[in-house]
């Protein structure tokens, strides 16, 4: 498939793969598309940071190359590595054959038959259907030397394998990086890449995701949990749930035939939208009746 043309085209791309965004958001991937610049998109865990990625991907057809980044994450781990036992098999495969020929034996052990290609390096590959799109995940996972190095990959789109040489894509991949904030990525990244900060959606907006990717929610029940989410994302909480949060709990309640929440129903399944015991115990007893009051009273002020 083309790429979109203009931002409606955008928004109406993400809708065919259920992922609903608001104009500003639609307005960063389209520059990033065409511009063919990294997307940096920061916000707190959950709101569809990478979810955007996977809707681009299917949205183009194109191949979604995975890095999940994580601490101790290095230049090797994300572009190549050897495969050590296979060439020790060779090894000794070569020695017991009588065919161990130092020089050959090198070519053969540190080429392609050899190498595991690891996200960056994949990226980089010719593909027929187009330019992959390259996921980096949780960049504020790794340290800054990984950054240093990420910052000159994306410049050029080309990596050095010192024993085959340099490795430059033939067209530049769709990549899209996101950071849930733990801490500060460097300026000198930042400022390669079209930046966007992903917040928690509006009630509507909400609304309309949760239409989308849980259809078969009643729409009264819908704007319960939407409503009973949004205040609950008030309260002083270690991590507040994230609209992934949101569809998880509708599913939940959907596979338990809930018809409209009680303060027994939000107690049974906490565990959907809360994962720390702490917040889960600040909800106990009258909590949840006073958060559900509250949230049906903005539903219905009268």
């Known amino acids: 498939m083309s790429q979109p043309d203009t931002i409606d085209a955008v928004q109406e ?9 608001g104009r500003a958001l639609a307005t960063v991937v389209f520059l990033s598309l065409r511009l063919g ?42 572009v190549y590595e050897w495969n050590f036992p296979a060439q020790m098999i060779a090894i000794r495969s070569a020695e017991a054959q009588g065919n161990a020929d130092k020089d050959v034996l090198t070519r053969e052990l540190f080429g392609p038959d050899f190498l595991i290609e690891r996200p960056l390096l994949q990226a980089m590959r010719p593909d027929e259907n187009g330019a992959p799109v390259l996921l980096i995940d949780e960049l504020d996972r790794t340290d800054e030397p990984f950054e240093a190095f990420l910052l000159e990959a994306l410049s050029d789109f080309q990596v050095t394998i010192p024993e085959i040489g340099t490795v430059k894509a033939p067209e530049s991949p769709i990549v899209i990086l996101t950071s849930n904030r733990t801490r500060e990525v460097h300026d000198a990244l930042k400022r390669r890449c079209l930046y966007h900060w992903v917040d928690y959606p509006t009630f509507d907006r909400e609304i309309e995701i949760l239409h989308a990717r849980a259809p078969e929610a009643a729409e009264t029940l819908s704007r319960e949990i939407v409503a009973f989410v949004q205040r609950l994302r008030t309260e002083d909480l270690f991590k507040k749930p994230g609209v992934a949060e949101t569809i998880d709990w509708a599913k939940c ?25 702490d917040d889960i115990q600040k909800l106990q007893g009258s909590e949840a009746k006073r958060l559900l009051d509250e949230a049906k009273a903005t539903l219905d002020p009268a």
């Open 37 to 78: 610049r990294p997307l940096f998109l920061e916000g707190e865990a959950g709101v569809g940071k990478t979810e955007i990625a996977k809707a681009i991907a299917a949205s183009l057809g194109r191949r979604l190359i995975r890095l999940q980044c994580y601490e101790g994450l290095d230049a090797s781990s994300a």
């Open 253 to 277: 309640l959907l596979a338990l035939d809930v018809i409209d929440l009680s303060p027994e129903v939000i107690s049974d399944t906490l565990g959907a939208i809360l994962k720390y015991q």
């Open 13 to 21: 791309m993400l809708a065919r793969q259920d992922y609903v965004c």
